[in-house]
């Protein structure tokens, strides 16, 4: 392949590879066309344009909070992508490559060179993800660890390149002197699952401790138990449970949410509830999924009284914010159960909160109510709902609102 220094597309600042050779100082850049970086991120947000895009990104680099911020690089990365304009994308990597020669610590850092392959990754881009990984290798820009490893891996992954991954995972540790830990042995487990092949998974944790003589952690159980529930092999699951809990590992909050799923998926609601009581005493904090799958579990069984009472724990505990989704779900819950008495008081809470109700759900309960004779509270309801609608979300809900017979 060729050497580093060599590649026709690649600027690397000679600097880099001597100490005799002094670079010619930069260009001076273009005036920014924004005062700020806040300005720049709302104009990157609104552009459709690809070039305009990258001639955005290219003159707002500057500023050092948009280096920093990963999701707009990324969301930049996907519009291009998604456009396909893989010759920008390109642009824009090496810009990124010849801005950083101003300071040689960055290209003398792993970190970067692999922010660039996922980069390269998320816009499909395999082939000049793995030359940047040669890149840095070949020319000996930075020390090479399993992160790098993790990252190739990652790439192909990410790409469905299933095969690939398992045999980069033979080929890479031997090449890059690097030993895998339980961290790249999950990303070749991931692979089994992502192709459908649990059994395959099983006896790769096998092998982790067998053959590779490496303890597989709580993620990987955690990539084991999705598969499973995902199958809904809910006997293997418990199994694995089973497995954890007698090697003394952890659960975190992934495991306790896999759990507490798998018990809603069974009808077993009580149950998940104690156990995200028995999550909340062992100190693993909840997110808003443990709390969605515990009252989304007793909605779909009718019993509105305890999803509720687990939604007013959750907001009074304050562990996690409340999120419209939640309250989304449970108003759909009541609406297609005929609770609309109880689906009226959730619609309230959600605009109180300056949340707009889904559409669907609000045209059943208009509907309902005006069935129970409640046309006064139907009317309120749709009133207040106007008022939290502007542009084309009002256009639409006027065309819903004239089919009622208010």
């Not at 220094?5 to 670079?23: D, E």
């Not at 995972?169 to 487990?189: D, G, M, S, W």
């Not at 982790?208 to 597989?216: A, I, L, W």
């Not at 909840?286 to 069984?301: K, M």
Request: with cysteine; proline share 6%; aromatic share 8%.
């Amino acid at each position: 392949m060729a050497s580093l220094r060599s590649h026709p597309r690649l600027r690397i600042p000679k600097s880099l590879f001597s100490t005799s050779a002094q670079p010619s100082p930069p260009p001076t850049p273009p005036p920014p066309p924004f005062p700020s970086f806040r300005a720049a991120k709302s104009a990157i947000l609104a552009e459709s344009n690809p070039d305009k895009l990258a001639e955005l990104f290219e003159r707002s680099s500057h500023f050092p909070t948009f280096r920093r911020h990963r999701p707009l690089y990324h969301l930049s990365f996907q519009k291009l992508a998604k456009a396909r304009r893989f010759d920008l994308v390109d642009r824009l990597v090496l810009h990124q490559i010849g801005q950083s020669g101003d300071s040689p610590s960055s290209l003398t850092s792993e970190g970067f060179w692999i922010r660039l392959m996922m980069i390269y990754s998320s816009a499909g881009m395999v082939d000049e993800a793995m030359r940047t990984f040669d890149r840095a290798r070949q020319g000996k820009c930075c020390d090479i660890t399993e992160k790098s490893l993790c990252a190739v891996l990652s790439v192909h992954l990410n790409n469905g390149l299933l095969e690939k991954v398992h045999g980069l995972f033979e080929q890479l540790p031997r090449e890059l002197k690097v030993t895998p830990t339980a961290v790249a042995h999950n990303l070749v487990l991931k692979a089994f699952v992502k192709d459908g092949n649990t059994d395959a998974a099983r006896a790769w944790i096998a092998d982790m401790e067998g053959r590779y003589r490496v303890n597989p952690n709580i993620d990987s159980y955690n990539i084991l138990l999705g598969a499973c529930l995902k199958s809904g092999d809910l006997s293997a699951f418990d199994g694995v449970v089973k497995g954890i809990l007698g090697k003394g590992l952890e659960c975190n909050v992934t495991a306790y949410n896999l759990r507490i799923a798998r018990l809603c998926k069974s009808k077993e609601c009580a149950r998940a509830n104690k156990l995200l009581a028995e999550m909340v005493a062992r100190g693993v904090k909840p997110n808003s999924a443990s709390y969605d799958a515990v009252i989304d579990g007793f909605a779909r069984l009718g019993d509105f009284e305890s999803a509720r009472k687990v939604l007013d724990s959750m907001v009074k505990d304050g562990r996690v914010a409340p999120c419209s989704f939640t309250y989304y779900a449970l108003l759909r819950s009541m609406v297609r159960e005929g609770e609309f008495e109880s689906g009226l008081e959730m619609c309230k809470e959600i605009i109180k909160r300056r949340w707009v109700p889904p559409f669907e759900a609000m045209r059943g309960l208009v509907d309902g109510l005006l069935k129970m004779s409640k046309g006064g509270d139907a009317k309120d309801i749709v009133e207040k709902m106007k008022g939290r609608l502007k542009g084309n979300s009002l256009e639409s809900w006027g065309k819903i609102e004239a089919a009622f017979p208010l």
